[in-house]
């Protein structure tokens, strides 16, 4: 149902190179009309063309000759016109691309074909097993795909709980190449599309409890004194004496009279 609306819900201009592979031949046309007089596909007749040309095969044919048209016709092509310009429409003849072959894979199709349509594709293709792919391939088939691999002997491979077995009942689609005495056993399944992580911004009110940090304590190292600036305590008030009195009274005075008033007192000595 929701690729049924998403369908009805596509237009020429919102088509891409992923999505051209959801629709089929005659949608293309429909597409096409539904964007007739729009004036910006107009202006850019050339970029919708080779969207579409990157998942269909696109003849033109320039005749009216109904024999050519039914040629095209028993190929498997669609036959329908098309207005590039405002002048005259043309006629496409036009076939979805068919995905045989490993080479045919790309990341714009590869999340469009299911896990059995793959299966099929690497089987119509492999010799050496999964690890005589490109790593390109791989990494094509690894984007749309969760695979895994086993290799065991015939008579082991299909043994009752084993990987074989709970690699199906998982859902996925197996493909077993076979190696002299032993099997190779490749597991795929369709890949869940991964969820675009979106940011969290947490905004704290003025207002705001900070219920997580009420037991933290945090010591204050701001308002702490530094160590050169910690006063070395001297005697209190009660224990000041006569003897000791002396001892209290700062001698570095920086009043140059009493300055001078001692050197005169040094001189007369």
């Given at each position: 149902m929701e690729q049924q609306n998403a369908k009805k819900a596509l237009?020429?201009?919102?088509?891409?190179?992923?999505?051209?592979?959801?629709?089929?031949?005659?949608?293309i046309f429909r597409l096409w009309e539904g964007a007739d007089k729009d004036a910006e596909?107009?202006?850019?007749v050339r970029h919708y063309v080779d969207i579409i040309r990157s998942a269909f095969m696109v003849?033109?044919?320039?005749?009216?000759?109904?024999?050519?048209?039914?040629?095209?016709?028993?190929?498997?092509?669609?036959?329908?016109?098309?207005?590039l310009d405002e002048d005259k429409k043309i006629t496409w003849a036009i076939k979805k691309r068919p995905i045989m072959r490993v080479t045919?894979?790309?990341?714009?199709?590869?999340?469009?074909?299911?896990?059995?349509?793959?299966?099929?594709?690497?089987?119509?293709?492999?010799?050496?097993?999964?690890?005589?792919?490109?790593?390109?391939?791989?990494?094509?088939?690894?984007?749309?795909?969760d695979?895994?691999?086993?290799t065991l002997p015939k008579d082991r491979l299909h043994t009752k709980g084993g990987m074989y077995e709970k690699k199906v009942d998982d859902g996925f689609e197996v493909l077993e190449v076979p190696k002299g005495t032993w099997v190779e056993a490749i597991f795929a399944k369709v890949k869940p599309e991964a969820e675009k992580p979106?940011?969290?911004?947490?905004?704290?009110?003025?207002?705001?409890?900070?219920?997580d940090d009420e037991d933290v304590e945090i010591e204050d190292n701001y308002n702490k004194p530094d160590e050169d600036d910690i006063e070395?305590?001297?005697?209190?008030?009660?224990?000041?004496?006569?003897?000791n009195y002396s001892t209290m009274m700062d001698l570095g005075s920086d009043d140059p009279d009493e300055e001078a008033a001692n050197l005169a007192d040094y001189g007369e000595e």
């Open positions: 237009t020429l201009k919102t088509l891409t190179k992923s999505s051209v592979w959801d629709v089929q031949e005659n949608d596909v107009k202006d850019n003849e033109e044919i320039t005749s009216d000759s109904s024999l050519l048209k039914s040629k095209y016709e028993k190929q498997g092509y669609k036959v329908g016109q098309v207005r045919d894979l790309t990341y714009e199709n590869i999340r469009h074909i299911s896990a059995a349509k793959l299966i099929e594709v690497l089987d119509r293709n492999f010799g050496g097993g999964w690890d005589s792919l490109s790593q390109s391939i791989k990494d094509i088939i690894e984007s749309g795909f695979i895994s691999t086993t979106r940011m969290k911004f947490n905004v704290m009110r003025d207002d705001e409890d900070l219920d070395i305590e001297g005697p209190n008030d009660d224990e000041i004496t006569e003897d």
